[in-house]
């Protein structure tokens, strides 16, 4: 169960998700759906209804300097998006 789950993603888009009791995660790229339920189970005290998963690619970014271009990439992770069960909520600041 250890890192599994490595951070909960709190953006502006997340944020509304919570009204329809959905949390998104960034995961381990090799956790499974059943692991991912499994771990947030067990560190929130909730009971999750159903997983979604999304591996996102990692940007590509390159920077202008004397020397001439520097081309860089990003990580490639992953999300899950977890659905709670009714009457169920996960306060991240509560948790800290």
Do not use: C, H
């Not at 329809?20 to 991912?36: E, G, L």
């Not at 990003?74 to 996960?90: E, N, Y």
Request: hydrophobic residues 40%; positive net charge; aromatic residues 6%.
């Amino acid at each position: 169960m250890n890192g599994i789950l490595i951070q909960p993603l709190l953006t502006e888009k997340m944020t509304e998700l919570t009204s329809k009791r959905q949390y998104a995660f960034k995961v381990n790229p090799n956790a499974n759906k059943i692991s991912i339920a499994k771990a947030v189970e067990k560190k929130f005290n909730v009971n999750v209804t159903s997983v979604r998963t999304a591996n996102v690619k990692g940007k590509v970014k390159s920077q202008m300097t004397k020397r001439g271009r520097i081309a860089g990439r990003r990580s490639d992770w992953k999300k899950a998006i977890v659905t709670l069960k009714d009457g169920q909520t996960i306060d991240f600041l509560a948790n800290v």
